[in-house]
Structure formats: structure tokens, C-alpha cells
């Protein structure tokens, strides 16, 4: 685990998953009328004022079906699988019904940020976007309602689960002990050796003459006798013509006899005593040593050019003039920090829309989603988040160590991370009984 990378927060998987599948998944919930479940529809579940329809049933088990084609997953009976699919739902609904009654709400402008990111990331416009999902014969206010309520799942989950896990200053010590074992552990060391091999089944006469040879073979080797030398004219190992050469690898993929008797000792010290092992006496030096010291983090470089929405700059005018500066700059025909010294709205702008090292968990999630998911050197398709349009390019990446404080807060996210399935599923357990749930047979 070393060097080791922030866990990226479990409300930025949910909000990624639900807005990337929310173009095929049918609504999570919200209350439909009569007139939605006529026309062959009917429904399956009453979940408090919520509804569980076939069609939601048949739309999710169509997706996971797809998915399932495309990853050359196994699946179990599709009869399974169905009321799988339905035990799903109705605690998606029991969890929606429950946000509704604590006042959990989304505003209008983030929904309208979450479908014009929904629409970039598949590569369309708002209006390929509408006529697609028309396609599908899916009502466009109906996915903004979907949107909308993933929306408002997140949001519920990230405050009422993460309030459930306590992280105490015991266990943060107990975890940031064991990452610096780790990261100990990922010393990597270069040794060169001789050996001085012992028959098997020797006879201590035999063993005691072998040994004599080694420690002439260390006296002069810590008398600064090249090494090499040495090993050309005692050693009966491999490598000779490497100076016996072990080459540079992890110390965990080295005997544990020649990590303990290395210890600390430097490139170019010399172990001060013999180590013997099955298949003899070794003499060993140190070549090379790269030691990992502390814990580490990824850290991103990157530069941007932001154009913030406005009556007078709608988001979709925002996202093309975005997509028109990604073009010219792949095509040579201008420079990025160029161009975003010159449109960029950012205080960035002046240094050519460079924001730095930053650090995991620094930006806004929707827009570190996109920074993780990009290569060095590339440019992310335009995107928006609740400060505008944006375009970015990851410039340069490194591992770089963490300060006291930094870690603490590394050791509480990733306890976080390792607690939350476990406590989501008490929560969503609680919230589900907590509901009344009416099942209904399909109509005869």
C-alpha cells in the first residue's frame, strides 16, 4: 500500500455511479400517479407513498443484464436475479421516503449540472440527450426526477451513515502504524555477495575450513579490497560477472537471513559478520539502497480554464466554446495556457490556468472525478461543476510525503472507507424496517 493514495470518499462512488448509469436506469422513486403505470405497466410494490413499477423492475434488470454481457459476469436465474432486483428497489424507495420526510433537498441548478455532466459524459448535447431518451421512451422530466432522487440519495446516505462511524484516536494510531510498517517493508536494496558454499552433509572439519575461507574473503572486503575482485576469485554463487550482484529489489523478496543482517547499513558498507544459511557462508554488501521513508500521497498538477454560467452565458453556449478550445489546442492551433490567459474566468488565469500540487480530496468532487480519471497530458471533455464549465489537463503527477497532520486525516478517511459498507447496511436495514411495504400480485 505504499506509496500510498488517498481512498477517494464513498459519496463521490455513489454520485459517479448514479449519474453514470442514470441515462439507463428508470426513476428511483419518485411518486408516480396512475397515469404512469397504465399502458401494460403495473405496479409491484407500495414502499410508504413510493412505487415500485415492472417497468422499474424490468428497465434496472435490463442494465445489469447488459453489464453483465459486456464484463462476462455470471449472473444468478434471472427469477433470482428479479427479486433481487425488487429487494433493491424497495430500499432505494424506503430511503427516498425517508429523505423526503427529513427535508433532504436538491436545487434546481444542481440538477441542471448533474444532466449537462450526464450528457457530456456521453458525448452529447442537452437536445441529442433529450432525443435519446425519447428513443428509449423515457419522459425527460422523469430522468431529471431521477437524477434528482440519486441525487438526494447520496446526499442522505453521506450524512446519515458517515454519522454512524466513530474513528478513535486509538485506532488512527493503530492504522498509521501499520501503514509505516508497510511502508518500512518497501525498502528496496542491491546486495552483492560471496559464497562460500558448504557441501550437504559436511563434517564439521570440512564446515570449519569453509569457514576460515569466508571470513578471509570479510577481512579483506572491509579492508576496502574491491569487491568485485573477491568475488571473481572465492565466490561460488551466481552473478559472478555482475560482481555477484543480487540486483535492486524489494528487502521483502530477499531471504530474511540478509535483511536482518543489513539493518541500516549504507550503500557501499559491508555486513560486519558472516551469514550463514542452507547453502553456506555469505559475505554481503550493500550496492544500492532505496528506502520509502513516511507515508505518501499521489499528488496532482493540473490547469484549467473555467467560464462561469450566467443568464448572458448559458451552460450549454459554456460547454462549447469549452469544446472549441479543446480542438484548437489538439489540433496546435493555440497553446492551453494560452488560451486560458485569455477566457479563463479563474484566479488561475494569469498563470495560464495552472492550479498547482494538490493534494487528494482538495477540489470539489465532481471536479476530482474527472482529474483521476485523466492520463498525464490529456485534456478532460468540458464539464460542469457548481462553479462553472470547465476544461482541464493533468500536467504532471508525483508521490510526495505526508506531515503529521495529513496523515491523520489519510488513517480517519480510510477507516471511514473500511466501516462504511458495514454501517450502510445497518442503516439500510433500519430505514427498510422502519417502512411499510405492501407487495402486489401482477394483474391476471
Do not use: C
Amino acid at each position: 500500500m505504499t506509496p500510498f493514495t488517498f481512498f477517494r470518499r464513498r459519496a463521490q462512488r455513489w454520485t459517479a455511479l448514479a449519474l453514470s448509469l442514470a441515462l439507463w436506469l428508470p426513476a428511483a422513486g419518485a411518486a408516480q400517479s396512475a397515469a404512469a403505470v397504465r399502458g401494460g405497466d403495473y405496479i409491484v410494490a407500495v414502499v410508504n407513498q413510493e412505487l415500485v413499477t415492472n417497468n422499474d423492475v424490468q428497465q434496472r434488470l435490463a442494465r445489469i443484464e447488459q453489464d453483465a454481457a459486456r464484463n462476462g459476469t455470471r449472473l444468478p436465474p434471472r427469477e433470482q436475479l428479479r427479486q433481487q432486483v425488487v429487494e433493491a428497489l424497495i430500499d432505494d424507495r424506503a430511503q427516498l421516503s425517508h429523505a423526503r420526510l427529513i427535508g433532504v433537498r436538491v436545487d434546481e441548478a444542481e440538477i441542471d449540472r448533474a444532466v449537462a455532466n450526464v450528457a457530456a459524459q456521453n458525448q452529447l448535447t442537452l437536445p441529442q440527450l433529450r432525443e435519446r431518451l425519447r428513443e428509449q421512451g423515457i419522459d425527460f422530466a422523469r430522468f431529471r426526477n431521477n437524477v434528482r432522487d440519486e441525487l438526494m440519495l447520496t446526499r442522505l446516505r453521506e450524512r446519515e451513515v458517515q454519522g454512524r462511524i466513530r474513528i478513535s484516536d486509538a485506532d488512527i494510531q493503530k492504522f498509521l502504524n501499520e501503514l509505516r510498517g508497510e511502508a518500512a517493508g518497501a525498502t528496496e536494496l542491491n546486495l552483492a555477495q560471496v559464497l562460500v558454499a558448504v557441501p550437504e552433509g559436511a563434517t564439521p572439519q570440512q564446515e570449519a575450513e569453509r569457514r576460515a575461507r569466508a571470513e578471509d574473503v570479510l577481512a579483506r572486503a572491509k579492508a576496502g579490497v574491491p569487491f568485485a575482485d573477491l568475488v571473481r576469485e572465492a565466490s561460488d554463487g551466481p552473478n559472478k560477472d555482475q560482481g555477484g550482484q543480487l540486483g535492486l529489489r524489494a528487502a521483502d523478496r530477499l531471504p530474511d537471513l540478509f535483511v536482518q543482517a543489513v539493518g541500516d547499513l549504507k550503500a557501499g558498507q559491508v555486513v560486519p559478520q558472516l551469514v550463514r544459511s542452507g547453502a553456506g557462508f555469505h559475505v554481503l554488501k550493500v550496492v544500492e539502497r532505496k528506502d520509502k521513508q513516511g507515508l505518501t500521497i499521489t499528488q496532482t498538477r493540473s490547469r484549467h480554464i473555467l467560464l462561469r454560467v450566467s443568464p448572458q452565458l448559458t451552460q450549454q453556449t459554456a460547454l462549447r466554446r469549452l469544446a472549441d478550445y479543446k480542438q484548437r489546442v489538439e489540433g496546435g492551433q493555440a497553446g492551453f495556457a494560452q488560451l486560458a490567459r485569455e477566457f479563463s474566468e479563474d484566479g488561475s488565469a494569469s498563470q495560464g490556468g495552472d492550479l498547482g500540487w494538490a493534494n487528494p480530496g482538495q477540489f470539489v468532487p465532481e471536479f476530482e472525478q474527472v482529474l483521476n480519471n485523466l492520463a498525464v497530458g490529456k485534456l478532460s471533455e468540458p464539464f460542469l461543476s457548481r462553479f462553472g464549465a470547465h476544461l482541464v489537463q493533468v500536467t504532471d503527477r508525483r508521490e510526495a510525503q505526508l506531515d503529521p497532520r495529513q496523515q491523520r486525516e489519510l488513517a480517519t478517511n480510510a477507516l471511514r472507507e473500511q466501516r462504511f459498507e458495514t454501517a450502510y447496511t445497518e442503516w439500510a436495514r433500519e430505514i427498510r424496517n422502519q417502512a411499510y411495504v405492501e407487495m402486489r400480485e401482477p394483474p391476471q
